[in-house]
């Protein structure tokens, strides 16, 4: 008989409701459902590789992996380095679907990696520099003890391992989360229950990776780390055995363990070791594998299990409560022991083993900075380009540096160079004679060494090394003497002359050569219009060559008005004193005064193309340009002076004012008297009397008669500013100064500027009287040469000087500028590139994330580089350069090195030495007495037609009175480096 339709419906809906709980009960054991679902959709989760900026790259914007490995800074760097010239080369794609997951918040799948950092190249490859700890992580869950799985597990998640399915999804454990979910609420009704996070390894890895500030903020963020951790647990398929076993060893690797002071942010089981233990994860995990009851085992045990149980919250377990951890640890060691995971041996060794913590602050092993100094270059030069505080945050970046620097030969001369500081070595070498080591001690002394090589996209630094273990770069970082390089400077700006004004007179006939006063004013000049007329059609490189045959006398018993006064110059050798001889000569042998002379007129050659006839400012005295030159220089003098005494005055009280300008006249009634007007000069006698008893209470004859007779001799409007100066022997401004400083304490420069414009017109007035012409002229000589070195230093610095102005001397061109050996670098460069200035480069490419779905690679883009000397001149530099190793001061590196058929290669140079003191004179030019800075000598070089560089050795200090090297020291030592450079020499050009 068949059942009623009522009761067959009934048994339907039963069957389908049994049905669906068997289903629930099955995916509840297997995740079968979920295998399929996530498994498929994260098959369509892709990205790939491909050429050029990427047009739909979607980058996190929270997490503090992706912030600590820079993944979300990648658009702010690639803005950054665009600015030096690197483009994107090649960039990760999403699919479509990821960049709508993407878009979702959903971290994209992919197996992340354990550890990053900051990887330096050479330029073949080869790892400069590491910041990576590769020594304290598992790189395969095999490695990993079976104690330290055991513990995680016990721990955090103890089903990881043994899922009831190879399917199973590792992201939920659903009687962990049911008890944290019912404990959530009991404490929700005000229950005394702990509440416990419901969150599985895969959950937790999610969240301190990939959620703002390693936190669950609302629900939303819960579903959207479920998610995503269970997406890259199928990323390779439904079975999830791999990915449990990966989970395992991640967790381990990057966990968050606070952070240790003078270490920084501890992630992972092997920092945490050494950063709050001290231990090695290599010694620890030795101890783990023996599985007997040694104190050994327990120690480390308990380490792991210590660090373990401190991840819920680190900072308060590992910094500010370390009891309650050990309370925590204490307790998970009874459990263990209950749960039969360790005998009651072992579980009684725990509890009686103490945990040793760290003590104060980590003392970071530091390397050699000499060692180092190749690599921090290059650090500091991402730091700059990626705009980035530090090397902290640098070191923490994803990122592969492509360097130009050759690992080998860099090694090489660093050791040689720290070699040199061995007196044994020293005199071994050959390097103890004279004009080198045969006087002072040889450990004190600071080498440095640059080398680049040509290539088609610019400069490559190859050798960046030094001696110096200090974190200071005496190549690019100090301004030093560096003696008679300046020459070289010298001698490029003279041809650079002759070519410009080649061109400029080339265009004219005789007649215009003859007539011009533009062709006429100079000895440069009319000695090309004498040749143009003499010798018509000679070429530039005939010029250039003749002008190189120009004589100069050596004598240095001139005196020379320059750089405001009178001077005398000297030479390095004295057997040059009688001679006189042509620039090629001068160069080559070095000769001070020959380059004196020849700056000068360099320096006449720029004051005669001044928008004015300086000669006729100086012949007339009704010039209508010479009452506004005199004006501006009077201005020009009063600004420094009020600079001066205002730095004097600043912060003083009158009282001390007054002492420090009167000095023992301090308690002189008349000379308080004369003060006051100065700033107070519509003062009354009953102020004046006010003032001086305040100045002089000890004084009894101070009768109203004496205040009448001091206020009517030197008060009123007898007297103004400069007429007080004169009847106090002091510069006015300086009276000025204190009276503005005594009642404006607070006033900056700028206001103190302002407020002076009429006491610093006032003090200049007397140098516009026409009865002081000699003083005049003085000063408006000096002018025109400030004007004629302001347009030698543009010259100057397109070939690479890097300061921001010259002395304004004759000296310049024998050092008196100071310079610095990467900038020589940069005029041997030009000359090496046929005139034409290429960037330099230590960074040739970036590779930012890579193997993740934000992986971006950028490359320096070739430049043509920018011709800033004619080829004539480079030519003709390069042959001079030549001539001074060949017989000049730098002979001794003749022939050194050999190209790959054994023909020796060309080498050229220029030297050096900088004997850096302050002098001190008395009038009429009598030295006083003279102090050593320091002592410098430098020889920047070209080898072939592909390398070149600089060489310098540096005595900081007074201590530098001790030796007596010069640049014969670096020649010699380039010798030295012969063999080492050899290699790169005759490798094939890059």
Same mark, same amino acid.
């Given at each position: 008989?068949?059942l009623?339709i009522?009761h067959?419906r009934?048994t339907?809906?039963l069957?389908f409701?049994?049905?669906?709980?068997?289903?629930?009960?099955?995916?509840w054991?297997?995740?079968?459902i979920?295998?399929?679902?996530?498994s498929?959709?994260?098959?369509?989760?892709?990205?790939?590789?491909?050429?050029?900026?990427?047009?739909?790259?979607?980058?996190?914007?929270?997490?503090?992996?992706?912030?600590?490995?820079?993944?979300?800074?990648?658009?702010a760097?690639?803005?950054?380095?665009?600015?030096?010239?690197?483009t994107?080369?090649?960039?990760a794609?999403?699919?479509p679907?990821?960049?709508?997951?993407?878009?979702?918040?959903?971290?994209?799948?992919y197996? @992340?990696?354990?550890? %990053?950092g900051?990887?330096?190249?050479d330029?073949?490859?080869?790892?400069?520099? @590491?910041s990576?700890?590769?020594?304290?992580?598992?790189?395969?869950f095999?490695?990993?003890?079976?104690?330290?799985?055991?513990?995680?597990?016990?721990?955090?998640? +103890?089903?990881?391992?043994?899922?009831?399915?190879?399917?199973k999804?590792p992201?939920?454990e659903?009687?962990r989360? =049911?008890?944290?979910?019912?404990k959530?609420?009991?404490?929700?009704?005000?229950?005394?229950?702990?509440?416990?996070?419901?969150s599985?390894?895969?959950t937790?890895?999610?969240?301190?990776?990939?959620?703002e500030?390693?936190r669950?903020?609302?629900?939303?963020?819960?579903?959207?780390?479920?998610?995503?951790?269970?997406?890259?647990?199928?990323?390779?398929?439904?079975?999830?055995?791999?990915?449990?076993r990966e989970?395992?060893?991640d967790?381990?690797?990057?966990?968050?363990?606070?952070?240790?002071?003078?270490?920084?942010?501890?992630?992972?089981?092997?920092?945490?070791l050494w950063?709050?233990?001290?231990?090695?994860?290599?010694?620890?995990?030795?101890?783990?594998?023996?599985?007997?009851?040694?104190?050994?085992?327990a120690?480390?045990?308990?380490?792991?299990?210590?660090?373990?149980?401190?991840?819920?919250?680190?900072?308060?377990?590992?910094?500010?409560d370390?009891?309650?951890?050990i309370?925590?640890?204490?307790?998970?060691?009874?459990?263990?022991?209950?749960?039969k995971?360790?005998?009651?041996q072992?579980?009684?060794?725990?509890?009686?083993?103490p945990v040793?913590?760290?003590?104060?602050?980590?003392?970071?092993?530091?390397?050699?900075? =000499?060692?180092?100094?190749?690599?921090?270059?290059?650090r500091?030069y991402?730091?700059?380009?990626?705009d980035l505080?530090?090397?902290?945050?640098?070191?923490?970046?994803?990122?592969t540096?492509?360097s130009?620097l050759?690992?080998?030969?860099?090694k090489?001369?660093?050791?040689?160079?720290?070699?040199?500081?061995?007196r044994?070595?020293?005199?071994?070498?050959?390097?103890?004679?004279?004009?080198?080591?045969?006087?002072?001690?040889?450990?004190?002394?600071?080498?440095s060494f640059?080398?680049?090589?040509?290539?088609?996209?610019?400069? %490559?630094?190859?050798?960046?090394?030094?001696?110096?273990?200090?974190?200071?770069?005496?190549n690019e970082?100090?301004?030093?003497?560096?003696?008679?390089?300046?020459k070289? *400077?010298?001698?490029?700006?003279?041809?650079?002359?002759?070519?410009?004004?080649?061109?400029?007179m080339?265009a004219?006939?005789?007649?215009?050569?003859k007539?011009n006063?533009?062709?006429?004013?100079?000895?440069?000049?009319?000695?090309?219009?004498?040749?143009?007329?003499?010798?018509?059609?000679?070429?530039?490189?005939?010029?250039?060559?003749?002008?190189?045959? +120009?004589?100069f006398s050596?004598?240095?018993?001139?005196?020379f008005f320059?750089g405001?006064?009178?001077?005398?110059?000297?030479?390095?050798?004295?057997?040059?004193? /009688?001679?006189?001889m042509?620039v090629?000569?001068?160069? !080559?042998d070095?000769?001070?005064?020959v380059?004196i002379?020849?700056?000068?007129?360099?320096?006449?050659?720029?004051m005669a193309?001044?928008?004015?006839?300086?000669?006729?400012v100086?012949?007339?005295?009704?010039?209508p340009? *010479?009452?506004?030159?005199?004006?501006?220089?009077?201005?020009?003098e009063?600004?420094?002076?009020?600079?001066?005494?205002? %730095?004097?005055?600043?912060g003083l009280?009158?009282d001390?004012?007054?002492?420090?300008?009167?000095?023992?006249?301090?308690t002189?009634?008349?000379?308080?008297?004369i003060l006051?007007?100065?700033?107070?000069p519509?003062?009354?006698?009953?102020?004046?009397?006010?003032w001086? +008893?305040? *100045?002089?209470?000890?004084v009894p004859?101070?009768?109203?008669?004496?205040?009448?007779?001091?206020?009517?001799?030197?008060?009123?409007?007898r007297?103004?500013?400069?007429?007080?100066?004169?009847?106090?022997?002091?510069?006015?401004l300086?009276?000025w100064?204190?009276?503005?400083?005594?009642?404006?304490?607070g006033?900056d420069?700028?206001?103190?500027? /302002?407020?002076?414009?009429?006491? *610093?017109?006032?003090?200049? &007035?007397?140098?516009?009287? &026409?009865?002081?012409?000699? =003083?005049?002229?003085t000063?408006?000589?000096?002018? #025109?040469?400030e004007?004629?070195f302001?347009?030698?230093?543009k010259?100057?610095k397109?070939?690479?000087?890097?300061?921001?102005?010259?002395?304004?001397s004759?000296?310049?061109?024998?050092g008196?500028?100071?310079?610095r050996?990467?900038?020589?670098?940069?005029?041997?460069?030009?000359?090496i590139?046929?005139?034409? +200035?290429?960037?330099?480069l230590?960074?040739?490419?970036?590779?930012?994330a890579?193997? &993740?779905?934000?992986?971006?690679?950028?490359?320096?883009k070739t430049?043509?580089?920018?011709?800033?000397?004619?080829v004539?001149?480079? /030519?003709l530099?390069?042959? &001079?350069?030549a001539?001074?190793?060949?017989?000049?001061?730098?002979?001794?590196?003749?022939? %050194?090195?050999?190209?790959p058929?054994?023909?020796?290669?060309?080498?050229?140079?220029k030297?050096?030495?900088?004997?850096n003191?302050?002098?001190y004179?008395?009038?009429?030019?009598?030295?006083i007495?003279?102090r050593?800075v320091?002592?410098?000598?430098?020889?920047?070089f070209?080898?072939g037609? !592909?390398?070149?560089?600089?060489?310098t050795? #540096?005595m900081?200090?007074?201590?530098?009175?001790?030796?007596?090297?010069?640049?014969?020291?670096?020649?010699?030592i380039?010798?030295?480096?012969?063999?080492?450079?050899?290699?790169l020499?005759?490798?094939?050009?890059i």
């Amino acid at each position: 008989m068949p059942l009623p339709i009522k009761h067959s419906r009934r048994t339907i809906v039963l069957l389908f409701i049994l049905f669906v709980l068997c289903l629930i009960i099955y995916e509840w054991r297997t995740s079968i459902i979920q295998s399929w679902i996530f498994s498929s959709y994260a098959k369509k989760l892709q990205f790939s590789i491909g050429d050029g900026p990427s047009p739909n790259i979607i980058f996190p914007h929270e997490g503090p992996s992706d912030k600590a490995r820079g993944y979300v800074r990648i658009p702010a760097f690639v803005k950054n380095l665009e600015k030096y010239g690197y483009t994107i080369v090649r960039q990760a794609r999403f699919s479509p679907e990821l960049v709508k997951a993407a878009r979702m918040g959903i971290s994209p799948p992919y197996e @992340e990696k354990s550890i %990053a950092g900051l990887t330096i190249l050479d330029k073949s490859g080869s790892a400069l520099y @590491e910041s990576i700890p590769r020594d304290r992580i598992y790189s395969s869950f095999e490695e990993i003890p079976d104690d330290v799985i055991n513990i995680l597990l016990f721990i955090e998640n +103890r089903q990881l391992l043994k899922p009831s399915d190879e399917h199973k999804n590792p992201v939920f454990e659903w009687d962990r989360m =049911a008890k944290a979910g019912v404990k959530y609420v009991g404490k929700k009704f005000g229950l005394p229950i702990p509440v416990e996070g419901g969150s599985t390894l895969a959950t937790q890895l999610e969240k301190y990776q990939h959620s703002e500030g390693g936190r669950t903020g609302s629900v939303k963020e819960k579903i959207r780390q479920i998610t995503s951790a269970s997406l890259k647990a199928y990323r390779t398929g439904r079975d999830t055995t791999v990915s449990r076993r990966e989970i395992v060893k991640d967790y381990i690797n990057t966990m968050p363990l606070a952070s240790a002071a003078g270490y920084g942010e501890v992630y992972g089981l092997g920092e945490g070791l050494w950063a709050w233990f001290g231990a090695d994860i290599k010694d620890v995990s030795t101890a783990l594998r023996t599985k007997n009851n040694s104190q050994e085992r327990a120690e480390a045990f308990k380490k792991v299990m210590t660090l373990f149980s401190s991840v819920k919250a680190p900072s308060f377990y590992l910094i500010k409560d370390k009891e309650a951890l050990i309370q925590r640890v204490d307790y998970f060691s009874d459990l263990l022991m209950k749960e039969k995971e360790i005998d009651p041996q072992f579980h009684d060794l725990l509890k009686t083993t103490p945990v040793k913590f760290r003590s104060g602050r980590i003392d970071m092993p530091q390397p050699l900075f =000499a060692e180092r100094k190749a690599p921090n270059a290059i650090r500091h030069y991402l730091v700059k380009t990626l705009d980035l505080p530090d090397f902290y945050d640098l070191d923490r970046l994803d990122v592969t540096v492509q360097s130009t620097l050759d690992e080998d030969i860099q090694k090489k001369v660093t050791m040689m160079l720290k070699q040199l500081t061995d007196r044994k070595y020293v005199e071994s070498a050959g390097l103890s004679g004279d004009r080198m080591l045969k006087h002072g001690d040889p450990k004190n002394l600071i080498y440095s060494f640059l080398l680049y090589e040509k290539t088609p996209s610019g400069n %490559a630094l190859r050798v960046q090394a030094d001696n110096l273990d200090k974190p200071f770069d005496i190549n690019e970082g100090v301004k030093l003497d560096l003696g008679s390089t300046a020459k070289l *400077r010298t001698l490029a700006h003279y041809l650079q002359i002759i070519s410009d004004t080649y061109k400029e007179m080339s265009a004219q006939s005789p007649e215009t050569l003859k007539s011009n006063p533009s062709f006429n004013n100079d000895p440069i000049s009319k000695w090309m219009t004498r040749q143009f007329l003499e010798r018509p059609g000679m070429t530039l490189e005939e010029f250039l060559e003749s002008a190189m045959g +120009r004589t100069f006398s050596a004598s240095p018993d001139e005196v020379f008005f320059t750089g405001g006064g009178e001077h005398t110059f000297v030479n390095f050798n004295k057997a040059d004193n /009688n001679l006189t001889m042509p620039v090629s000569e001068g160069i !080559r042998d070095s000769v001070n005064l020959v380059f004196i002379r020849l700056m000068r007129e360099i320096v006449y050659y720029h004051m005669a193309r001044l928008d004015f006839d300086t000669k006729a400012v100086l012949a007339d005295r009704d010039h209508p340009l *010479r009452n506004d030159l005199l004006q501006q220089i009077a201005d020009k003098e009063s600004r420094v002076f009020l600079s001066q005494f205002a %730095a004097e005055y600043r912060g003083l009280t009158l009282d001390q004012s007054i002492k420090k300008l009167l000095g023992s006249r301090n308690t002189s009634v008349r000379h308080l008297s004369i003060l006051f007007y100065a700033i107070n000069p519509s003062a009354s006698p009953d102020e004046l009397a006010k003032w001086l +008893r305040e *100045r002089r209470p000890e004084v009894p004859d101070l009768t109203d008669g004496t205040i009448m007779m001091l206020a009517k001799k030197y008060g009123g409007s007898r007297f103004n500013l400069s007429d007080y100066g004169y009847l106090l022997s002091r510069h006015p401004l300086e009276l000025w100064t204190i009276g503005y400083l005594t009642a404006n304490p607070g006033a900056d420069w700028k206001k103190l500027l /302002n407020e002076s414009a009429d006491a *610093r017109e006032q003090t200049g &007035t007397w140098l516009l009287q &026409t009865r002081h012409k000699g =003083a005049q002229d003085t000063r408006l000589k000096i002018l #025109f040469e400030e004007m004629a070195f302001k347009e030698i230093h543009k010259g100057w610095k397109r070939l690479g000087y890097p300061f921001d102005s010259l002395v304004p001397s004759f000296a310049t061109s024998i050092g008196s500028s100071a310079d610095r050996p990467a900038a020589l670098t940069e005029i041997i460069g030009i000359i090496i590139n046929d005139g034409v +200035r290429m960037p330099s480069l230590k960074v040739t490419s970036l590779h930012f994330a890579g193997d &993740t779905p934000y992986d971006t690679e950028l490359s320096l883009k070739t430049e043509k580089g920018e011709r800033v000397m004619p080829v004539e001149v480079a /030519n003709l530099l390069r042959k &001079t350069l030549a001539d001074v190793v060949k017989s000049g001061t730098a002979r001794s590196v003749y022939g %050194a090195l050999n190209d790959p058929d054994g023909k020796p290669v060309v080498i050229g140079g220029k030297t050096g030495s900088g004997d850096n003191r302050f002098e001190y004179f008395a009038k009429g030019g009598k030295l006083i007495s003279s102090r050593v800075v320091n002592r410098t000598a430098t020889f920047v070089f070209f080898i072939g037609d !592909r390398h070149f560089g600089v060489l310098t050795a #540096f005595m900081p200090g007074e201590g530098a009175a001790d030796y007596s090297f010069t640049s014969s020291l670096p020649v010699h030592i380039l010798r030295l480096l012969a063999p080492t450079l050899q290699p790169l020499v005759s490798a094939n050009s890059i």
